[in-house]
């Protein structure tokens, strides 16, 4: 669901709408939902016409099925999720108990830290600890 949104920087399109970058992105690249005031206003900032405006509500379309890893970013993510993940899950138990970082309840967040040696990336991932219930 890529339209002409690359008009502009997602970072201006967050400031303007009053969004996570983060987030919007996701949302106007089919991953999340948009309500039709956002879509109109995203539609008002970049002069979209009602067809745009219309498909930028429909129910996103989420998985691994839509997900380009061949994309050089996207491979590290998984290469870090591929190497880190278990351990991530398992210092997860050890701090909180059985249970697992929400994907729903969470938060993301994506910010440049410059460096002498070339300008780092920290990506920050923020999720609700759910409990696993015993029935």
């Given at each position: 669901?890529?339209?002409?949104?690359h008009a502009t920087r997602w970072v201006e399109?967050?400031?303007?709408?009053?969004?996570?970058?983060?987030?919007?992105?996701?949302?106007?690249?089919?991953?999340?939902?948009?309500?039709?005031?956002?879509?109109?206003?995203?539609?008002?900032?970049?002069?979209?016409?009602?067809?745009?405006?219309?498909?930028?509500?429909?129910?996103?379309?989420?998985?691994?099925?839509?997900?380009?890893?061949?994309?050089?970013?996207?491979?590290?993510?998984?290469?870090?999720?591929?190497?880190?993940?278990?351990?991530?899950?398992?210092?997860?138990?050890?701090?909180?108990?059985?249970?697992?970082?929400?994907?729903?309840?969470?938060?993301?967040?994506?910010?440049?830290?410059?460096?002498?040696?070339?300008?780092?990336?920290?990506?920050?991932l923020n999720g609700k600890y759910l409990q696993?219930?015993?029935?």
């Amino acid at each position: 669901m890529v339209y002409c949104i690359h008009a502009t920087r997602w970072v201006e399109l967050a400031r303007e709408t009053g969004r996570g970058k983060v987030w919007l992105t996701a949302a106007l690249l089919g991953q999340h939902p948009v309500s039709q005031e956002l879509a109109e206003q995203v539609g008002k900032l970049l002069t979209l016409d009602a067809e745009v405006i219309e498909a930028l509500q429909l129910p996103p379309v989420r998985g691994a099925h839509v997900v380009d890893t061949t994309e050089p970013a996207v491979y590290r993510l998984t290469e870090i999720v591929q190497v880190y993940g278990t351990a991530i899950n398992d210092l997860i138990r050890e701090e909180f108990g059985d249970g697992i970082m929400s994907a729903i309840d969470f938060e993301v967040g994506l910010n440049r830290v410059p460096d002498p040696e070339g300008d780092r990336v920290v990506i920050t991932l923020n999720g609700k600890y759910l409990q696993y219930r015993e029935f």
